[in-house]
């Protein structure tokens, strides 16, 4: 079945910048939806980005707007979260997802999922 492999995380100071890359194998990715959530100690899963199957609409968390952009390499079944101007609150486990939707934003509309990368943000 479809696997999803992120990577990217690492540690990095406030205001700094990291690029996560979720690698897809087995089936199709291209003709799903991707999306991003993040997990932090202590809460629930939170959504972050969604990009539609073509990458010709996203949408994005408030928390995240402005700062973060989602993008797609559908030729190399590559999904990619550009994060910028880094706050200690951003500091999570990412993980990538597929999503049976155009934009979905909702944890159940997504079928398969990465095991996640850890972003940690310092002050």
């Known amino acids: 079945q479809v696997q999803l492999v992120e990577s990217g995380g690492g540690l990095v100071q406030a205001g700094g910048s990291l690029r996560l890359s979720c690698a897809a194998s087995g089936r199709t990715f291209s003709s799903y939806a991707m999306g991003w959530f993040r997990q932090a100690p202590g809460k629930e899963r939170e959504f972050v980005a969604a990009?539609?199957?073509?990458?010709?609409?996203?949408y994005y968390a408030d928390s995240v707007k402005g700062r973060f952009t989602i993008s797609r390499d559908n030729a190399k079944k590559m999904g990619y979260l550009q994060m910028n101007s880094l706050k200690p609150e951003d500091t999570a486990v990412y993980y990538c997802?597929?999503?049976?939707?155009?934009?979905?934003?909702?944890?159940?509309?997504?079928?398969?999922w990465g095991q996640g990368t850890q972003v940690t943000v310092s002050s």
């Open positions: 997802a597929r999503g049976r939707y155009n934009i979905p934003t909702k944890s159940n509309e997504y079928d398969y």
């Open positions: 990009i539609s199957w073509s990458g010709d609409s996203t």
